[in-house]
């Protein structure tokens, strides 16, 4: 009976909090009463709102974060495209490189083969999810002998600018999947993938830490195989919260993430000096100030900062201002005077210096450069 059910243990917080739409408006559906929830709805509605209590700035109460789990909370994915699959043995599939954006694959029926160049290949089950963080080239087939064709040469049907539907292969079995690919925005989060490795494998969870993500994939097949109105935008949202809760995982449990810059995110000290140079890189920065922030004297902020990040903490600024002005190059109309004070530079011209100390070229030509990178030829 509905009256059994206690709406209000899917959150603490009123749904209007709640920063993901769909989720908010299953949440209301349910305390109207109008929608009766499976079990596995309400483990991926409790899940989100978790996810929305720890990333919305607004919230109190929400326990405390290194300066890399706060990185991986705000990270936020640009979409560029989501293909459902509808693949019948015999088929095989070539995925081109993806000039720098991420794939995902979530299987939820059928088996796929995958390979690599440099991995070895396997099996990915139903209930799989993949991860190609540096969108290297790669292969799905139904068996390992089977043919492959070019992605780009296979027709499909629209559904949304963002959303589309593969049907292709013989008449055998049937395998379904889901096929993203998208690009983190923030120089952060790049920084974070390029510490990834070439794919990562989830072929299966451990139903008391990870029953979220085993109902979050359960769901997503379900939406798949019905594709109701709306059901794209359920879709795109939940391959989403997948991605990065995937990499939060490997970051988790990964050895090599142990080491490094990552570690040095992990750190509370050095970590909490890197997150104030990450958000305002526009400051006047020096090694005393960036020690206060560390709460660590002058020398023992610089010896362990290039310990564990592997180059001085004035170097890395300087980098990192550089990186942020970049993007802003290739993705405004800003002024150079302007990018060079939102990057920390009192002027134009000591801005472009830097920029061609480090680069060999000045922001100017870059700029000019990156756009005709981006003009197909006539």
């Known amino acids: 009976m509905a009256s059994a059910f206690d709406a209000s243990s899917l959150c603490l917080y009123p749904s209007r909090n709640l920063q993901i739409p769909f989720a908010r408006r299953y949440i209301n559906y349910i305390k109207s009463g109008i929608l009766y929830p499976s079990s596995e709805l309400l483990d991926l509605l409790r899940y989100l709102c978790y996810l929305s209590i720890m990333t919305n700035p607004t919230t109190i109460l929400t326990p405390a974060l290194d300066p890399l789990s706060e990185t991986l909370h705000a ?168 991605v990065i809760q995937a990499i939060r995982a490997w970051l988790d449990a990964a050895p090599e993430a142990r080491n490094g810059w990552l570690a040095a995110m992990r750190d509370p000290q050095i970590g909490h000096a890197l997150s104030k140079m990450h958000q305002h890189p526009d400051l006047p920065w020096s090694i005393e100030k960036l020690a206060n922030e560390a709460a660590l004297s002058r020398s023992v902020f610089s010896a362990r900062f290039t310990e564990m990040v592997g180059q001085s903490a004035m170097n890395y600024l300087t980098e990192w201002r550089l990186s942020v002005a970049t993007s802003l190059l290739e993705e405004t109309e800003l002024l150079l005077s302007e990018i060079a004070s939102r990057v920390g530079y009192g002027s134009e011209p000591a801005f472009g210096r830097a920029f061609k100390r480090f680069y060999g070229f000045a922001p100017g030509r870059h700029r000019r450069t990156s756009r005709s990178d981006h003009i197909s030829p006539d």
């Open 75 to 242: 990270m936020h994915m640009n979409g560029t495209l989501y293909c459902r699959a509808d693949l019948r043995a015999p088929w095989g599939i070539q995925i081109p490189h993806l000039g720098g954006l991420m794939g995902f694959l979530v299987v939820t029926s059928g088996r796929v083969w995958f390979d690599m160049e440099g991995a070895e290949g396997q099996w990915l089950e139903p209930g799989s999810l993949t991860l190609i963080p540096h969108g290297l080239p790669h292969t799905l087939r139904d068996a390992p002998e089977s043919p492959v064709v070019p992605l780009e040469t296979l027709p499909v049907t629209q559904i949304t600018e963002r959303y589309e539907i593969l049907q292709y292969g013989g008449t055998g079995d049937l395998t379904r999947a889901t096929y993203g690919v998208v690009r983190f925005d923030s120089q952060v989060a790049q920084r974070v993938l390029a510490r990834l490795p070439k794919a990562i494998f989830y072929h299966r969870w451990d139903q008391e830490t990870d029953g979220w993500m085993e109902s979050t994939l359960r769901y997503v097949a379900r939406e798949a195989a019905s594709l109701r109105p709306g059901g794209e935008t359920v879709l795109t949202r939940l391959a989403d919260i997948l």
